[in-house]
């Protein structure tokens, strides 16, 4: 199953279980941490998880009801 990564908006596919992918980000040392970015780059090296390029959305789907349309003039 495909997710988005709900911060990023990242699309990606779980390649190893929930408890693998917790276990590595919990032994990573905290300067790791710090980034959400770093974080998703080292699971997707590890080949935890598989990221899908190219389809990427940084709308949250809980908010899309409170969205305002833009009509481009920045209004």
């Known amino acids: 199953m ?3 990564i709900k911060y ?3 699309r990606f596919v779980n390649n190893a279980s929930p408890e693998e992918i917790n276990n ?3 032994n990573l ?9 770093e974080v998703v ?5 590890e080949g935890l998880i598989t990221l ?3 389809d990427n ?10 969205m305002i ?6 209004h």
């Open 2 to 4: 495909d997710r988005h």
């Open 8 to 10: 990023g908006g990242v």
């Open 24 to 26: 590595f980000v919990r």
């Open 29 to 37: 040392p905290e300067h790791q941490k710090d980034s959400l970015f």
């Open 41 to 45: 780059r080292l699971l997707d090296q």
């Open 52 to 54: 899908i390029d190219g």
């Open 57 to 66: 959305t940084t709308v949250d789907k809980n908010m899309e009801e409170f």
């Open 69 to 74: 349309p833009n009509n481009g003039d920045g």
